[in-house]
């Protein structure tokens, strides 16, 4: 049994597999193979998940979630497809295209973020003067954020909606775990663990205790010896915040992506000049999180050069597809001297490294 974080999977998976679908990030970070019929078995979960998240018969089904540079979003529907009466998919950016695909397909189910259906009904009220029960959503699925306190029941009863939640690793996307009402249940008990944030040992079957959530694919022949560390943290009750509450290491959840440290640090690493940076992710009372990546320049001719400000901006695009704001500023010698670091205001992300 081999222990493997995220970053560490490009060098873990080393047998091609023919024929296969790669599971990744945008950018790739890694490209995990799986056969076609690795990816029936995979579905096969994420049906059962969506079973215990109260999908029925009858259900129109509308998802607008992201996971890009990955087939996960569109195996997700098709795996809830056999259960259901029509299936669609939408991006999550642009709440007014949003309410006009929902007034088009009518659904009655949505499958979206706790901050994403937060803003989408703080739009609704504020921008477009439309009262969520008229939108005729009767089951809300919530998915791929740690929730701020009280969002799935202020949005569950604003929509008058029933609410469940789904867990989809950050590896495949496979919808793992649900829960409707009640406690987690996962769609198979061998595909989760629970294990020391510090330390290369499974401490717990289960996935209600302290620890980081271990990911076990089960279905997946070139990784199926390994335990992938998702840096998915428990830490006390999860409770609101969903089945993790916390995260750990080189991946940062925001606005339901997760931003790879290793890659914003490889961008900025071709840039002349960067002394030092830091990322900034704070929600506050908003809706949606906000990323601000603040740069320190050892040359005052560059704090506001616009040139370098647009290669700082290049390197972000090359990281992630997550907006984030630039800051500049001149090192100071009060400034610490951490080449690079995390501020993480909501509380969400311990740290860079686990130990």
Sequence with gaps: MKFVTRTGLTKAVTSPVPGALLFGSSPAEYGVPLAVAEVEAMQTLSRRSFE??????NDRVLFAVAHAGSPAVGLLAQAAAPLVSSVAMTSPKGRLRLLSTIRTLKPNVLVTTPCGAADFLARLYMEFNVDPVELDLTKIILVGEIASPGVKDRVAKEFEADLSELYCD?????????RKGGAWELADERVLARGSIAADEITGQDISGDGELLLRPTWSAAIADMVIRT?????????DAGLFNHTVGDHVLARGQFVSLPLLRRQLALIDGISRWTLTVDRGDRTLDNLVLTIAFERETLVSNPMWKGRIQQALNAATPIQIEIKTELLSPDTPRTKESVVDRRGHHLGMVRA
């Excluded at 215990?52 to 018969?57: D, R």
């Excluded at 950050?170 to 649900?178: D, I, K, Q, S, T």
């Excluded at 840096?231 to 409770?239: M, R």
Aim: aromatic content about 4%; glycine content about 20%.
């Design 231 to 239: 840096g998915q943290v428990i830490q006390g009750d999860a409770g």
């Design 170 to 178: 950050p590896v495949f996307g496979a919808a793992l775990a649900a």
């Design 52 to 57: 215990k998240a109260g999908l029925a018969k």
